[in-house]
C-alpha cells in the first residue's frame, strides 16, 4: 500500500474506534451487520441488511449513515436496505474490544500510539 492508502485506512479506523468509544451500544449492531453481509454474500442479488436483521431501531440507523460508517443501499416504501461502508475496517475495530466491552490494548495496559510505532 502507498503512504496515502495507509493514512487512510488508520484514519477510518481511528474514526471508527472513537465511535465505538462514544456511542458503545452500537458494538453488537456493527457486529451483526458484518454477520449479515458476510452472510449475504453468496447471494448476487443481496441488496443490504435491515434494522431487525442488526436488533436496532431505524432512528438510530441514520446515526451510522450520518457518521459515514454505513450508507444506503436500497430504500422503498416498504424497507430500507443499509450496508456497510468498509466492512473490513468495522471488524478491525470490532476486534479491539473483548467481551466485558473493554477495549484489548487497556487490559493488557498498551498505550495505542506505541502499538502503531
Do not use: C
Not at 436483521?53 to 431505524?58: I, L, R
Amino acid at each position: 500500500m502507498k503512504g496515502a492508502a495507509i493514512q487512510a485506512l488508520e484514519t477510518t479506523e481511528n474514526k471508527l474506534a472513537f465511535f465505538l468509544d462514544k456511542f458503545p451500544e452500537y458494538r453488537k449492531t456493527l457486529r451483526l451487520a458484518v454477520t449479515q453481509e458476510e452472510s449475504g454474500l453468496e447471494h448476487r442479488s443481496y441488496q443490504g441488511w435491515q434494522w431487525h436483521d442488526v436488533e436496532t431501531h431505524p432512528t438510530k440507523l441514520i446515526r451510522l449513515v450520518t457518521e459515514g460508517i454505513s450508507k444506503i443501499n436500497l430504500r422503498t416504501r416498504q424497507a430500507t436496505f443499509y450496508l456497510l461502508r468498509d466492512r473490513e475496517a468495522v471488524k478491525r475495530a470490532l476486534a479491539t474490544w473483548n467481551v466485558t466491552g473493554r477495549r484489548l490494548t487497556e487490559l493488557i495496559g498498551l498505550d495505542r500510539e506505541r502499538l502503531l510505532h
